[in-house]
């Protein structure tokens, strides 16, 4: 299984600002996912993030909000833009599971909590 | 769009007791089902998954799944909880065509009482 890491694991921002949050592999992996889960809700995909293309985003996120860079097969970062309290969110990190079988399992990241004043 | 219900928020439980933990979701293809703990301070990690075959699943410390394709449920089990079972518990589903987008129930947080 990867190992994934997260920086920074928590903070506290002011309204207005932009937070980058990093993600690390251990390993080579095609996909990344940035994930959000909101205060007492379920996880939602935020975007896919594929090295050496452009992120795809789900329905109701946007890259102007959400910038993802994914130099290289072992890192990316998501980019919490102009904040919110609205914002205020568990971020994500996952990577699938490419094991051969169908239906591959994600592992995930300790995850970032944002607060935003 | 899938989409995953988990029906109980939040359950108390004294040691020894039986859980049961229900999952419902939305889809009427082919889907793969996975059900994920987060221990406090802990990572998201998977606690057990369907993909195919025997419907009864086993799982890690002794917990087990059964997919019930005509309720479309994926109810979680453990005939005797530990104190160390507390944690929240997310439902989880992708489906055959896009296996790469999960869609996650709201979690259940369960606490058991030594």
């Known amino acids: 299984s990867a190992v994934i890491s997260q920086k920074p694991s928590r903070d506290i921002c002011q309204r207005g600002t932009s937070l980058t949050i990093q993600c690390q592999v251990d390993?080579?992996?095609?996909?990344m996912f940035w994930y959000r889960q909101q205060p007492g809700q379920s996880l939602t995909l935020i975007a896919t993030a594929n090295q050496g293309s452009e992120a795809t985003y789900e329905s109701g996120f946007v890259i102007d909000k959400f910038p993802i860079s994914r130099p290289n097969l072992t890192f990316s970062t998501l980019t919490v833009s102009n904040m919110s309290p609205e914002d205020s969110s568990i971020y994500l990190c996952?990577?699938?599971?490419?094991?051969?079988?169908?239906?591959?399992?994600?592992?995930f990241g300790p995850g970032t909590r944002l607060t935003v004043l | 769009a899938q989409s995953v219900s988990q029906h109980n928020h939040h359950v108390i439980l004294s040691e020894a007791a039986s859980l049961e933990l229900g999952c419902n979701y939305s889809y009427g293809g082919t889907v793969n089902l996975f059900w994920y703990v987060q221990y406090p301070g802990q990572h998201l990690q998977l606690l057990l998954k369907y993909f195919s075959g025997d419907p009864l699943v086993k799982g890690i410390k002794g917990f087990e799944a059964e997919f019930i394709k005509s309720k479309f449920s994926f109810n979680l089990r453990k005939p005797s909880v530990q104190w160390s079972d507390t944690a929240e518990y997310f439902c989880?589903?992708?489906?055959?065509?896009?296996?790469?987008?999960?869609?996650f129930g709201s979690g259940t947080k369960l606490n058991v009482k030594p």
């Open positions: 390993s080579q992996v095609t996909m």
């Open positions: 989880a589903v992708n489906a055959q065509g896009n296996f790469n987008k999960f869609y």
């Open positions: 996952s990577v699938e599971d490419l094991s051969g079988r169908t239906g591959n399992e994600q592992f």
